[in-house]
């Protein structure tokens, strides 16, 4: 168990051959999806990291904001997967899909109205999810 909080929705734990983590959703006891990837075969500190994450946005408030066109294309120059903006309101910010423009959904959560520290994480940690998937199918 990855959590000190009993009560918190995302836990840490192996897989069962032990070898890998996964990140599940307590809620549905299904291993977690973020943004349409399936947060399985993962080292345990990748699994603690997401699962840190999750549950620091399930807490947050969830705010929506549109996104605009230059915010996409600033993150595909970038040679991001992910990438965070402010929010229209510029107090909070949101993990987005660099080539579709639209903020992350976590299990069915846009991830909108989110700390500055907590949306850079979640999406370094996306990106490094990203590449480290593309490498196991071979491109």
Request: net charge negative; with cysteine; hydrophobic share 40%.
């Amino acid at each position: 168990m990855s959590t000190d909080n009993p009560l918190a929705r995302y836990e840490a734990r192996p897989v069962e051959d032990g070898l890998y983590w996964a990140v599940y959703d307590n809620g549905t006891n299904k291993i977690a999806t973020v943004a349409g990837l399936v947060l399985e075969d993962l080292t345990m500190e990748q699994a603690d990291d997401f699962a840190s994450l999750l549950n620091q946005i399930d807490a947050a408030d969830k705010l929506s904001a549109p996104m605009s066109d230059w915010r996409k294309l600033e993150g595909l120059q970038c040679g991001r997967f992910y990438d965070i903006c402010t929010d229209d309101n510029d107090l909070k910010w949101i993990v987005f899909d660099v080539s579709t423009g639209e903020p992350v959904c976590v299990d069915g959560t846009l991830c909108t109205g989110v700390e500055l520290d907590e949306a850079a994480d979640l999406a370094d940690l996306l990106n490094q999810l990203e590449v480290e998937k593309s490498r196991a199918r071979g491109h």
